[in-house]
């Protein structure tokens, strides 16, 4: 159980386009799901965390008019790299917190999604 | 942030037993300490998780001290494919941040 998926699992766009990624609990409902991204080398980096019909709450310094995150449901949540420019090339990955999970860092994890912006 | 500490690498051999200490200073009262195994472009996948003293699993044993201001992964008998990046996440005011991660590297 457990199990998250994520699509596509790799997207390559020009500069100037947007891209959506979804991010979906397959086996349990998620209240919270988080997106993470992530350069080569490096260690993840939270971007936002989201709560099914509210708001997601950003990180510092990352741009929510340019990262939209939509929680419609308990088992989706979508990010939307919108006007996407080289600099947004990354290895996207979403995680999702179980309903009634007794820890804060019970988080299970997509595959992840390597975004390539030409 | 609950940023935590980890060595940023370890070197083992087939068949040896790791342990990966992990520092959090600021971990909330109320919550775990997670470990994740990461293998590149992949996403991380959950080892085991802790509050206080051991837990043990299939895969792993987890060691926290009575101050739980850190805590020890122990790998036994590790294999090639055991080569990943290792992290611990601890949260502190409802947040956890990934640290840098120990790069596991196990030789033949």
């Known amino acids: 159980g457990a199990v998250v998926s994520q699509h596509p699992s790799r997207v390559i766009c020009k500069s100037g386009t947007s891209v959506k990624i979804e991010c979906r609990s397959l086996?349990?409902?998620?209240?919270?799901m988080f997106w993470y991204r992530q350069f080569p080398k490096q260690s993840l980096m939270l971007m936002a965390t989201?709560?099914?019909?509210?708001?997601?709450?950003?990180e510092q310094g990352v741009e929510k008019d340019k990262f939209l995150i939509n929680h419609a449901s308990l088992t989706l949540s979508t990010l939307t790299v919108t006007s996407a420019h080289p600099e947004d090339s990354s290895f996207y990955i979403c995680?999702?917190?179980?309903?009634?999970?007794?820890?804060?860092?019970?988080?299970?994890f997509g595959p992840g999604t390597r975004l390539t912006v030409l | 942030l609950a940023k935590t500490t980890q060595p940023i690498s370890m070197d083992s051999y087939e068949g040896q037993e790791v342990n990966i200490t992990c520092s959090h200073n600021n971990i909330a009262t109320n919550d775990y300490i997670t470990w994740y195994q990461q293998f590149p472009s992949q996403g991380p996948r959950f080892i085991i998780q802790?509050?206080?003293t051991k837990v043990t699993n299939e895969v792993a044993s987890l060691f926290i001290p009575a101050d739980r201001k850190s805590s020890t992964l122990s790998l036994p008998r590790v294999s090639l494919s055991d080569t990943a990046v290792y992290y611990c996440?601890?949260?502190?005011?409802?947040?956890?941040?990934f640290g840098d991660g120990t790069t596991l590297t196990v030789k033949p």
């Open positions: 802790g509050y206080k």
């Open positions: 996440l601890a949260p502190n005011a409802g947040k956890s941040t």
């Open positions: 086996d349990f409902q998620a209240t919270t």
């Open positions: 995680s999702a917190r179980r309903q009634g999970a007794s820890s804060y860092n019970e988080q299970f």
């Open positions: 989201s709560n099914e019909g509210s708001k997601a709450t950003y």
